[in-house]
T-cell receptor, first 113, second 115 residues
């Protein structure tokens, strides 16, 4: 099976802009979770989508949002970018039901200038 | 919410020796504990996990132990090799019939294998 893919791999934006990141899970997996990784805060959970519904949410401001499509692909949007949003954004794919093993994609490196 | 503490932040061992990384969690409802290995510039990779109904799990040179009473779990790597050098993250989450909460990660341990 193909692994988790994320696009784009690298992104440079300026403060105030918005950005959309995409994640395609492993075929057959219905759950997609998003994480932010920074040197200071480590890996932090943003939210999880299952069958097009947000099922769980971490402690991030409303500027961070997401959605999931019927084919389980997911997008994450960050509006009004701040310098502190510079990070590696990782999505993780999981079957979503009997198993909660999560498999990570390669990440999108976002730099906000 | 859940809080996961991980120690040490850096661990240097001689090749062939064993390495132990320890984590504690705060939420007694957590019942799923995975460990991830992340090499520089790469994605975290799941190396082993344990559920709360099991006290120990082993996979070749890697083992994880769980003490639910003390709310701590540990990763043991035996006969370490240079390719074991990486950052290791522990995590915890609550798995219910409706799925799993997001993973709460420890801050990571940079494991260095000295030749």
């Amino acid at each position: 099976k193909a692994g988790v893919t994320q696009t784009p791999r690298y992104l440079i934006k300026t403060r105030g802009q918005q950005v959309t990141l995409s994640c395609s899970p492993i075929s057959g997996h219905r759950s997609v979770s998003w994480y932010q990784q920074t040197p200071g805060q480590g890996l932090q959970f943003l939210f999880e989508y299952f069958s097009e519904t947000q099922r769980n949410k971490g402690n991030f401001p409303g500027r961070f949002s997401g959605r999931q499509f019927s084919n389980s692909r997911s997008e994450m949007n960050v509006s009004t970018l701040e310098l502190g949003d510079s990070a590696l954004y990782l999505c993780a794919s999981s079957p979503g039901t009997s198993s909660n093993e999560q498999f990570f994609g390669p990440g999108t490196r976002l730099t906000v200038l | 919410g859940e809080n996961v503490e991980q120690h040490p932040s850096t661990l240097s061992v001689q090749e062939g020796d064993s390495a132990v990384i320890k984590c504690t969690y705060s939420d007694s409802a957590s019942n799923y504990f995975p460990w991830y290995k992340q090499e520089l510039g790469k994605r975290p990779q799941l190396i082993i996990d344990i559920r709360s109904n099991v006290g120990e799990k082993k996979d070749q040179r890697i083992a994880v132990t769980l003490n639910k009473t003390a709310k701590h779990f540990s990763l043991h790597i035996t006969e370490t090799q240079p390719e074991d050098s990486a950052v290791y993250f522990c995590a915890a989450s609550i798995r219910s019939g409706g799925g799993a909460d997001g993973l709460t990660f420890g801050k990571g341990t940079h494991l260095i294998i000295q030749p």
